[in-house]
């Protein structure tokens, strides 16, 4: 219930929607403020409006505004994003912008910070989502949708106490957001500096002084050469792997060697382009680049597909111990170690699949290929070095990796493992603050606008 001195209006009747901008008035010549629907910041009401053009490049085809005017996203997705904000001042007092902009201009009596928080509030833009019209993916806010809509209006004098005990508590909010998400990215610094260390043998230091008669990594690298050519299932004679060239190469870790992707492994493949066709209701998954996004595989929103043909299903079928890369698209170089699989899957030809020869190493393998000062940085400078993003079998086949004896390895993963849980909770704690302080924002609008948050 609102206070008794409080009044509901539509918001057709306390601002012009969509007014109309006389440019006739407005000398070709004139330069103007451009806004893009970039320039709009997604549900933090900041606007760039540096951008300038010729009146007669906008005039037409264009949304115009001026200073103190509320601008709405009226498409999906920037709607529910919450691309709103209030004009500034803007270049010889017009601005032009995205036809996909709905432009409120508040009457005298109204504040239009109080009608910016109101209609960017997240209550208020679930509510215009359920009646968005038009085609998927095109659906918008309509101008009477919004005229329509009623707002709680207080005493004018109110509006602004109102308005200031938001911004004071946002205030306060957004420094311990801001906090949050520099321990965030701090985190992130850690978590490589830990993989760093881990792969290029720092991080065992002192236990190789108090192990110094483990088996070295030359040793295990003949076993594994062994293991490469029992598996082999290729075509023809079988070939060795070429010995790479570590001419160049940093100085090892004692016990340590270099050895290639392509001799460490069985088998380094992808999917083919047949599986377009095979996609169905169910059947065994089919992991795709958009399931590793995060060096980890997540497989929540999965495709299934029928296995087109037995050599297909045979050749990029995934096992636990796998390796993922994604090797095309946005997500190109990022990684994944298969653990837990609990059913038949496969890789689109998006995703490389490496099968180590050995499972025992295969983590390691891992820890190597996701660590930004190692593997990553090699796979990312062949990945963006020209044109289009990707990377082929053939450069994954032939990164180097610094491979230590096993029983280090064992070492080196056991205290990743320690390592890095200490900081996915951190970071667990941290989202949870974050999701927290957005409940906590919806909040104080919610105690604004039923008189609740000022006396």
């Known amino acids: 219930m609102l206070p008794a001195n409080w009044s509901v209006a539509k918001i057709g009747e306390i601002c012009e929607v969509n007014p109309r901008l006389n440019k006739a008035e407005i000398p070709d010549d004139l330069l103007v403020s451009f806004v893009p629907m970039p320039a709009v910041g997604a549900g933090d009401g900041s606007i760039d409006v540096s951008l300038e053009r010729p009146a007669s490049e906008v005039k037409k085809g264009f949304t115009g505004f001026k200073q103190g005017d509320v601008l709405f996203a009226k498409i999906t997705p920037c709607m529910e994003n919450g691309k709103m904000a209030i004009v500034p001042k803007v270049a010889n007092g017009y601005g032009f ?17 109080y009608l910016y928080y109101f209609v960017s509030s997240q209550n208020f833009r679930g509510i215009a989502a359920r009646y968005m ?8 806010v309509s101008t009477t949708y919004l005229k329509e809509q009623k707002i709680p209006i207080a005493p004018e004098a109110q509006q602004k106490r109102i308005v200031a005990e938001i911004e004071k508590q946002f205030s306060r909010l957004n420094e311990a957001v801001a906090n949050l998400k520099r321990v965030k990215v701090n985190l992130k610094r850690y978590k490589a500096a830990v993989l760093k260390a881990a792969v290029e043998g720092k991080l065992t230091e002192e236990w190789r002084r108090q ?6 990594a030359d040793k295990l690298l003949e076993q594994i050469l062994v293991e490469r050519r029992e598996k082999w299932q290729g075509r023809g004679k079988y070939k060795e792997p070429v010995a790479p060239d570590t001419t160049d ?28 066709g095979s996609y169905a209701d169910s059947g065994p998954l089919f992991i795709r680049a958009q399931d590793i996004k995060t060096d980890s595989l997540v497989l929540k929103n999965v495709a299934r597909v029928n296995v087109p043909s037995k050599a297909e299903g045979i050749r990029s079928a995934v096992t636990n111990h796998d390796i993922l890369v994604t090797i ?17 899957a496969f890789v689109s030809q ?11 190493i295969s983590e390691f393998l891992y820890f190597w290929i996701v660590s930004p000062a190692n593997g990553r940085r090699q796979l990312e400078d062949w990945a963006y070095g020209a044109g289009k993003p990707g990377l082929s079998l053939e450069q994954i086949r032939s990164l180097l990796v610094a491979l230590p004896p096993l029983a280090e390895q064992l070492q080196v993963t056991a205290e990743v493992e320690r390592l890095l849980s200490i900081v996915a909770e951190t970071e667990a704690q941290i989202d949870a603050n974050l999701c927290r302080a957005g409940r906590m924002r919806q909040s104080i609008l919610k105690q604004a606008f039923s008189g609740r948050l000022t006396n």
Do not use: M, Y
């Open 211 to 216: 192990h110094p008669d483990v088996e070295p």
């Open 133 to 140: 019209t038009g085609a998927v993916g095109q659906k918008r």
């Open 328 to 344: 095309t698209g946005a997500n190109v170089t990022k990684s994944a170690l298969v653990l837990g699989l609990e059913e038949r």
């Open 249 to 276: 190469l940093p100085e090892l870790p004692e016990g340590w060697c270099w050895a290639s992707i392509e001799q460490l492994t069985h088998l380094v493949t992808s999917g083919s382009r047949g599986w377009g």
């Open 350 to 360: 998006h995703v490389a699949l490496l099968k180590p020869c050995l499972i025992s």
């Open 97 to 113: 912008g995205s036809t996909e902009f709905h432009v409120l201009r508040p009457k005298p009596e109204i504040d239009a910070r």
